[in-house]
């Protein structure tokens, strides 16, 4: 057995600001500390990691490397949307020496970790335990609207890699009409991702809001709107807060039937560990098993609250390990 199999794994996680490197063995569950790299310091991806080896592989550089980065995912290759690196891992092999490089999207990475995640990982948001073997979901709203399924067949694992935050945002009733029909004369198009399930969808959401109240309100951002709902300052923000739960429900409970993710369905996502007393008592649940004749299948599905910061990682290392080239 190579040295490849044996030896030191890197994995990556690379936003458009930042990047995190840490080193793990290919057998064994520790993955090594993290070194925090600021994208703007480095040209390009292969000087990021140049350096970070220099400092940290002892002696037993890496042969293989597996990278998450925050954007789509075409032939092993990555132009990142917010910085000038351009991730490919066909190139990255053999001026870096690996045996190979798998360039994965992030939040194909978080749906990797899901059979790892611990009881202490996670804040349970309703339902059951899940059927073994089953679809596992992740949604998360951040930047942009995660989606990701992770499907495990004959012992073999897939995680399918989606663009349905750009799908169109769902009305449950006459309020989130209007508020969508505002969207629409604002957006054209009104996706989950751009009418309320990211920040910027978030800011978008308490606007269209003010607009169908004829409601006079100060400008906020999404994290002015949630700390706003949050500590009771603003009704109008609180309102907008409780959209976001409910629309997020409603939106995780299409995605649970159209994936058939009886294993469960994960929330993750910058955003929503900041409230998860909020989300519990919202219509997040409620929204989510209110599908008609379909009600006692989503109720039986497992909804829960995804609060270990380094998933990421987890993830991460599950693929390495499950993918040993």
Same mark, same amino acid.
């Given at each position: 057995m190579g040295i490849g199999r044996t030896g030191q794994i890197l994995l990556a996680d690379i936003g458009g600001t930042n990047a995190r490197f840490a080193l793990s063995q290919r057998y064994g569950d520790q993955t090594g500390p993290i070194?925090? @790299?600021k994208v703007a310091d480095f040209p390009t991806v292969r000087e990021a990691i140049a350096d970070v080896l220099s400092r940290r592989s002892g002696g037993d550089p890496p042969r293989r490397a597996v990278l998450a980065v925050a954007g789509p995912v075409t032939n092993n290759r990555c132009v990142m949307t917010n910085s000038p690196w351009v991730i490919d891992g066909n190139e990255l092999q053999p001026v870096l020496g690996f045996d190979s490089v798998h360039v994965l999207n992030d939040f194909e990475v978080v749906a990797w970790s899901l059979p790892a995640l611990q009881p202490a990982d996670l804040i349970p948001?309703?339902?059951q335990d899940?059927?073994?073997g089953e679809p596992l979901? @992740? @949604?998360g709203p951040g930047t942009g609207f995660g989606v990701s399924c992770l499907v495990e067949r004959h012992g073999a694992r897939l995680a399918v890699v989606? $663009?349905?935050g750009h799908a169109t945002l769902p009305a449950e009733n006459e309020r989130e009409e209007r508020v969508i029909a505002c969207l629409r004369r604002r957006l054209g198009h009104v996706s989950i991702e751009r009418g309320a399930l990211s920040g910027s969808g978030l800011q978008s959401l308490y606007e269209a809001l003010a607009e169908v109240d004829g409601a006079q309100v100060p400008?906020?951002?999404a994290a002015a709107i949630t700390k706003a709902a949050l500590d009771g300052s603003c009704a109008h923000s609180r309102g907008t807060? $409780?959209?976001f739960c409910a629309t997020l429900g409603s939106v995780a409970g299409n995605l649970a039937v159209t994936f058939g993710a009886r294993?469960? @369905?994960y929330i993750a996502g910058g955003i929503v560990p900041r409230f998860p007393e909020f989300l519990a008592a919202s219509a997040f649940r409620a929204r989510f098993e209110a599908k008609g004749r379909f009600q006692d299948y989503l109720r039986n599905i497992p909804t829960r609250l995804v609060t270990r910061p380094d998933a990421s990682f987890l993830g991460l290392k599950m693929f390495a390990d499950h993918n040993p080239d």
């Open positions: 070194d925090y @790299v948001l309703g339902g899940g059927l073994p979901l @992740v @949604v989606t $663009e349905a400008q906020r951002d807060l $409780e959209m294993g469960g @369905v």
